[in-house]
């Protein structure tokens, strides 16, 4: 297990990260070593904008541990980045679905939407995400 101690907080360097203070989180970016920062980073890229994620970057604001704090500024925004993507992906499968689903041509579900065809291609690819109410919509016309 890690050397690292935490004081003055109920909460122990072995418990799940998860249940950390923020007190906790500030010791182990300034005097944790690489397994307590992984196990930060994989409670970050599980919940980018989780609680922890949250934790962190308030820390950050007042304590800039050299090489960790750009290193846990990565960690986020990269996390971030891989959730956006991973979410546009699956709005656009869910788009590609509904376009199956609902025995149209991509041209016909289009003009059903009120959009272009060339517009609905870029929500099928992922280029670009529609909007919620559009997305309502979309699944409207799926169902008809």
Do not use: C, H
Not at 102 to 119: K, V
Not at 137 to 143: C, D, G, L
Request: proline content about 6%; aromatic content about 6%; overall charge positive.
């Amino acid at each position: 297990m890690s050397a690292l101690a935490f004081r003055n907080v109920k909460a122990s360097p072995a418990d799940p990260v998860s249940g950390w203070p923020q007190e906790a989180i500030q010791t182990a970016l300034e005097r944790g070593g690489l397994n307590d920062w992984r196990r930060l980073a994989a409670v970050i890229q599980a919940e980018p904008w989780g609680p922890i994620a949250r934790r962190v970057e308030e820390v950050l604001t007042y304590s800039r541990p050299y090489g960790v704090a750009f290193a846990f500024e990565r960690v986020i925004a990269q996390s971030r980045e891989a959730a956006e993507m991973a979410e546009r992906d699956a709005v656009a499968a869910e788009i590609r679905d509904l376009v199956a689903r609902s025995g149209l041509s991509q041209a016909e579900f289009s003009s059903r939407l009120g959009t272009s065809p060339s517009r609905l291609s870029t929500y099928v690819s992922g280029k670009v995400t529609p909007s919620a109410a559009l997305l309502l919509r979309m699944r409207r016309v799926a169902a008809q």
